[in-house]
């Protein structure tokens, strides 16, 4: 049985049901079978009303739900030619993430958590100008797997995986796409994958993060002013990650294991506190620095700072989003 509506959305609810009752021939001008995913207000919730499912409506009237309408992969594909043809496109954020160790008090599937949850609520307050694949749960790990359970894949292999959904993405006619990466060591096989598929295809393809442990540059200064533990607190199963989860999972973090090592390296042009830049990158073995796994003080973390990071970096990345899909995508010029 549904859940009766909310008298705040009743409205806009009873607008969507009209005007899925109109006789077809009465819809308005060029309006599409799956347009509703997209345009009609009612089938985005309110930003942050988590875990509502917004309603859909087909050209019968009857009333289905689509739950995750900024889902690429719930969309049918009449629904997803409707999103082509839309000016402007929506954006589409591919995800890749880890299955690694975060010390002994976060799950393994920890970076992927925190990709999937960020994700999800920028694309409800996207409200339909970002799509948003299903992460790729693993990566480039192979300086974790002196700690059990951690999978990890080659370069080339995931070098080339990635770069073949991007460009399976562009080939349908998407042109602004965002890879967006949920653990550290991804990096560089991100920025590679998105250059082959502006190369190949033609598309604008740049890649980013919302994880502020793996880049922090979107909330960089809410980051290194709120946090509690100090230089060396943010780095990996820290307190940013384990706060985060806090807010997101708190089942799954177990705080009277959490612990603060902040015994990595601080040189004139080197250090592992992400807020603060190196002039030159290098990835150890993780178990040659980190006894448990943990590189920062997951033990300063809290649930309040958890959400305050979540809002900032939703807020900041839809605003990214929308600025992203503003570059016109320019011809080429030949000058030979």
Known sequence: MRAPARSSATSSRASCLASAHRPRGARAAGEAVGRAVFQVGCDFPPAGARGR??????????????????????LTWPEMKAALAR??????????????????HLSLSTDNDILEGLLAECGRRAAGDLLVLPVI???LDEHHMDFPGTITVDIQTTLAYLAQVAISVARHGFTHLLIVNGHGSNASICDLAARECVLKTGAICAATTV??????????DVLDAERRGGFGSVGHA????TAVMLHLHPERVQMDKAARDVGQLKLKYFN???????????????S????????GDAAAATPDFGRRMFEVTVERFVELVREFR???LRPRVDHH
Request: net charge negative; glycine share 6%.
């Open 87 to 104: 000016r402007p496109q929506p954006v589409v954020a591919i995800p890749i993430g880890a299955v690694e160790d975060h010390g002994p």
């Open 272 to 286: 592992w506190d992400y807020p603060e830049p190196s002039a030159y990158s290098w990835q150890d073995w993780w």
């Open 53 to 74: 499912a917004p309603q859909r409506h087909t050209p019968q009237g009857e009333i289905r739900m689509a739950k995750e309408p900024w889902r690429y992969d719930h």
């Open 326 to 328: 503003s570059i016109p």
């Open 288 to 295: 040659r620095f980190s006894q448990d796994g943990i590189c």
């Open 238 to 241: 820290c307190e940013y990650e």
């Open 137 to 139: 749960p693993f990566g």
């Open 211 to 220: 994880n502020a442990a793996v880049n922090p540059a979107l909330v960089a």
